[in-house]
Nanobody
Framework: QVQLVESGGGLVQAGGSLRLSCAAS????????MGWFRQAPGKEREFVAA????????TYADSVKGRFTISRDNVKNMVYLQMNSLKPEDTAVYYC??????????????????WGQGTQVTVSS
């Protein structure tokens, strides 16, 4: 069993930056694909970014490409999401997720086996 805990959410002004962290415990996920998803009020949960076990492959939703960066530190069992140039439409609960299967990082929720509780990100207009 893998437990994931997100942190770093909060209230920021449009155009500002925020760095989210996800700490993993229990079963190691050093070779797991890691992803970030988000869910805004009244909307379905959507893919944000994902990274391969080695960190060599990343993929991003078009809406965040060029603004967000995903990274990981397998020794520390941590994954990060650096968010720059934030927009009000980025407001959502952000979730960290782990996929036990190796390969190119997937975008589908169904591929991920473990989920954190989420952290709220609010971007003021």
């Amino acid at each position: 069993q893998v437990q994931l805990v997100e942190s770093g959410g909060g209230l920021v002004q449009a155009g500002g930056s925020l760095r989210l962290s996800c700490a993993a415990s229990g079963r190691t996920f050093s070779r797991y694909v890691m992803g970030w998803f988000r869910q805004a009020p009244g909307k379905e949960r959507e893919f944000v970014a994902a990274i391969s076990w080695s960190g060599g492959s990343t993929t991003y939703a078009d809406s965040v490409k060029g603004r967000f960066t995903i990274s990981r530190d397998n020794v520390k069992n941590m994954v990060y999401l650096q968010m720059n140039s934030l927009k009000p439409e980025d407001t959502a609960v952000y979730y960290c997720a782990a996929d036990r299967r190796d390969g190119f990082p997937p975008r589908d929720e169904g591929r991920y086996d473990y989920w954190g509780q989420g952290t709220q990100v609010t971007v003021s207009s």
